[in-house]
């Protein structure tokens, strides 16, 4: 099985700055796509930003200039650095990665999430 942990989530005024980590553990053999989701109160979850195995990177439009995604593959860890916080940025961040896994004789493809950490941004 795998496991995806976040953590750096936590109440900031608007303007502030906060990094989201996301670590996957587990008999990983390769992770793609990795990405952060984000979910208000009431609302979908919608996409902040997404990076592939290969650095390439997609942003929500509302997050353009201000959130910059990254991630360690040594590590198997996801990064989200969120610079001049609004408080429409308020919800709950999830990690979500599309992985390979298992004993060395197999090979399962999944699709993992986090269990979510809260960012509140106050005005």
């Known amino acids: 099985q795998v496991q995806l942990f976040e953590s750096g989530g936590g109440m900031v005024q608007a303007g502030g700055s906060l990094t989201l980590s996301c670590t996957a553990s587990?008999?990983?053999?390769?992770?793609?796509?990795m990405a952060w989701y984000r979910q208000a109160p009431g609302e979908q979850r919608d996409l902040v930003a997404s990076?592939?195995?290969?650095?390439?990177?997609v942003y929500g439009d509302s997050v353009k200039g201000r959130f910059t995604i990254s991630r360690d593959n040594s590590k198997n860890t996801l990064y989200l650095q969120m610079h001049s916080l609004a408080p429409e940025d308020t919800g709950t961040y999830f990690c979500?990665?599309?992985?390979?896994?298992?004993?060395?004789?197999?090979?399962?493809?999944?699709?993992?999430w986090g269990q979510g950490t809260q960012v509140t941004v106050s005005s």
């Open positions: 990076v592939t195995g290969s650095g390439l990177t």
């Open positions: 587990g008999r990983i053999k390769s992770i793609e796509t």
């Open positions: 979500h990665a599309d992985l390979k896994w298992g004993p060395v004789e197999r090979t399962y493809s999944s699709e993992s």
